[in-house]
């Protein structure tokens, strides 16, 4: 389903990520690891489309991704709806003036029918116990709500692979416990799980370990 051939990429000359090669299957959950600065964050954005390979090849799909193919309107609205980005921090992800909007604007890009739209937004409220906070404007919410405020605004959208950025970080116990089962239940319904993360509770969860190293070598572990 996402396939790396020998990507390399940098930034200013610097290389972040030195000839990547691997592939995730459907339905895999790959936590990723690596120390700071390692590019974890650098790769969960390749992923998601927002920058390109300058060598080498990521096919998702059987498609190449690549700047022309990203600008191919009808394509991009096809990949972000398949593939959805939970990023580190929700403040850099959440910018309509209601959680409800948040949640509805997704489906909204996606052409779905208004109930339709309706639907999604108040069952993924519910699920995230959010329904009360439906009105609120995302900037007056905890850090703990604001992520669960991004991650429904990716759940109405119902992706088959999600991509997390550090989903723990600035979370306290309780919402770590949740998130950790949330996760566990993408897993089960057969979603394509990639987690970016330094804590090695989220270990349990993966099939496979994605490790950048230092070098910005990257290794796929099974
Ligand atoms: N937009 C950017 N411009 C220049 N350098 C960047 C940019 N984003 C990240 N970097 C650098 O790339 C390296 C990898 O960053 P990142 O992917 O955020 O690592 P990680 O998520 O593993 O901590 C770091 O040295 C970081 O400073
Ligand atoms: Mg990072």
Same mark, same amino acid.
């Given at each position: 389903m996402i396939h790396f051939d020998d990507v390399c990429y940098a930034y200013d000359g610097e290389p972040?990520?030195?000839h990547a090669s691997f592939t995730i299957k459907k339905g895999e959950t790959v936590v990723l690891r690596g120390p700071n600065g390692a590019g974890k964050s650098t790769l969960l954005r390749m992923l998601n489309g927002l920058i390109y390979p300058e060598l080498g090849t990521y096919h998702f799909c059987d498609t190449k991704i690549t700047a022309d193919k990203m600008r191919d309107h009808c394509y991009s609205k096809w990949f972000h709806q398949q593939m959805g980005f939970v990023w580190q921090n929700p403040d850099a992800q959440l910018f309509c003036a209601s959680v409800a909007e948040e949640l509805a604007f997704g489906p909204e890009q996606m052409g779905l029918a208004p109930d339709e739209i309706a639907c999604r937004v108040d069952d993924a409220l519910e699920l995230l116990g959010l329904a009360r906070l439906?009105?609120? !404007? /995302?900037?007056?919410?905890?850090g703990g709500e604001k992520k669960k405020t991004a991650i429904a605004s990716i759940l109405t959208m119902n992706p088959s692979v999600w991509t997390f950025d550090? /989903?723990? &970080? !600035?979370?306290d116990e309780k919402a770590q416990a949740w998130l950790r089962e949330f996760l566990q239940a993408l897993k089960d319904a057969g979603k394509t799980l990639i987690i970016a993360t330094?804590?090695? &509770?989220?270990?349990?969860? !993966?099939d496979r370990m994605l490790t950048i190293h230092a070098d910005h070598s990257v290794e796929l572990l099974s």
């Open positions: 972040v990520l030195r439906r009105g609120r !404007a /995302p900037y007056t919410l905890s550090e /989903p723990l &970080s !600035a979370l330094h804590d090695a &509770s989220l270990s349990t969860l !993966a």
